[in-house]
Structures are given as structure tokens and as C-alpha cells.
T-cell receptor, first 114, second 115 residues
Framework: AQSVTQPDIHITVSEGASLELRCNYSYGATPYLFWYVQSPGQGLQLLLKYFSGDTLVQGIKGFEAEFKRSQSSFNLRKPSVHWSDAAEYFC????????????FGTGTLLAVQP | DVKVTQSSRYLVKRTGEKVFLECVQD?????MFWYRQDPGLGLRLIYF???????EKGDIPEGYSVSREKKERFSLILESASTNQTSMYLC??????????????FGQGTRLTVV
């Protein structure tokens, strides 16, 4: 069975600073990997996804993530954070095959200081 | 655009009531999911369905059941609501992928309070 760990519950960064949110997964094969963002009072929006191929994936709003098989990680990055990026971020892993299960991490709440 | 619609944004129910949460998607997706979201616990999978009348338990199915009689509709049922089921409930659907999951589309959520 797959699982996801987001070790950071809260992160605070200054506006304009770089950001990295950590995600580690457990799965027996190459998984499908996702990052979602949830702004206050809003639904979940897909930022980016990895299925195969290039291990550095680009997403919306200037985010990117890198799949590192050796570390079982899929960390989310942004070079310069904007105040509007304050939100909760969820990493998710999807199984390949018949089970079609999609499992989420516990989330990282990002605060942005002016 | 894909639309996933949950029938209620807010619900208040009494302990012991039978509660139905409805979810409808308009893109002919095979897979549908119910999650509950609680602070510090993220999204936890309750049940999912990969076809009409097919369902599988997720990580926290106790106290819940589901129904999928039509492809576009996936219902979550709380057989006898309890206060520990007070939560935000999120429905999602995904199109069929090549050998697995693809992108999930979410509804806006139903905030259920059991008193």
C-alpha cells in the first residue's frame, strides 16, 4: 500500500524568499505523484503532477517539483514566494494498476510574511 | 471544465441520524472518492469506487458506507452519525488512466457538524 509523509506541518517564509516543501512517499513501484494547493475556504487545486519521463516537472503559479527515486521524494519548490501563495499544500501518491487508490499526506500550512 | 458538485456546503445533523452526502460529476469519470479532512490529519480516504456498483474501503471506512448506482453519482452514508464524524468531507473523481490514477478533480466540500 502506498503512503505519503509531509514532515513539515507549518512553514513561514518571507515574501520574495525561496520555498521548498518536502514530500516523501512509500510505494513499491514508480508512483503517480501530485501536489495540490488549498487556499482558505477553497477546494483543492492541482499544482503539478509526475507520471513518468523528466523528473523535474513544472506546474502552475511558478511551482516546480523534482522526483527523486533514490530518496523516495517529490519536493515542491518555488524560487520567489508571493503573499498569495499562503495556503495549505498537499502531496499525494496514486497507485499504478487496478487499485486506483489516491492517498494524501497530512499537508503543510504555508504562511508568508511581508 | 470538469465539475464535481457536492449537494451541500454545510450540514448540521443530530447524533444517531442517518446522513447522506451526495456527489455528482459531469465528465463520465470511472473513479470516485470520498475523503474527510481534519486539521493536522490531511485528507483521509474513506471509500472509493472504480465503477458502477463497485466500491472499495479506504483507510477509515468504519461508520460509513457508500452507494454508486449511476456512474455520475457517488453517495456517502453515515449510518448513525456521531460527534466524531464532524468534519469536512471532500468528493473527488478521476478519469481512467493508463494503468492507474490520473488527476483528481475535487468538489467544494461539505462541512458536516454532528451535534
Amino acid at each position: 500500500a502506498q503512503s505519503v509523509t509531509q514532515p513539515d506541518i507549518h512553514i513561514t517564509v518571507s515574501e520574495g524568499a525561496s520555498l521548498e516543501l518536502r514530500c516523501n512517499y512509500s510505494y513499491g513501484a514508480t508512483p503517480y505523484l501530485f501536489w495540490y494547493v488549498q487556499s482558505p475556504g477553497q477546494g483543492l487545486q492541482l499544482l503539478l503532477k509526475y507520471f513518468s519521463g523528466d523528473t523535474l516537472v513544472q506546474g502552475i503559479k511558478g511551482f516546480e517539483a523534482e522526483f527523486k527515486r533514490s530518496q523516495s521524494s517529490f519536493n515542491l519548490r518555488k524560487p520567489s514566494v508571493h503573499w498569495s501563495d499562503a495556503a495549505e499544500y498537499f502531496c499525494a501518491v496514486g497507485a499504478r494498476g487496478a487499485t486506483n487508490k489516491l492517498i494524501f499526506g497530512t499537508g503543510t500550512l504555508l504562511a508568508v510574511q511581508p | 471544465d470538469v465539475k464535481v458538485t457536492q449537494s451541500s456546503r454545510y450540514l448540521v445533523k443530530r447524533t444517531g441520524e442517518k446522513v447522506f452526502l451526495e456527489c455528482v460529476q459531469d465528465m463520465d469519470h470511472e473513479n470516485m472518492f470520498w475523503y474527510r479532512q481534519d486539521p493536522g490529519l490531511g485528507l483521509r480516504l474513506i471509500y472509493f469506487s472504480y465503477d458502477v456498483k463497485m466500491k472499495e474501503k479506504g483507510d477509515i471506512p468504519e461508520g460509513y458506507s457508500v452507494s454508486r448506482e449511476k456512474k455520475e453519482r457517488f453517495s456517502l452514508i453515515l449510518e448513525s452519525a456521531s460527534t466524531n464524524q464532524t468534519s469536512m468531507y471532500l468528493c473527488a473523481s478521476t478519469p481512467p488512466g493508463t494503468g492507474g490514477i490520473t488527476e483528481a478533480f475535487f468538489g467544494q466540500g461539505t462541512r458536516l457538524t454532528v451535534v
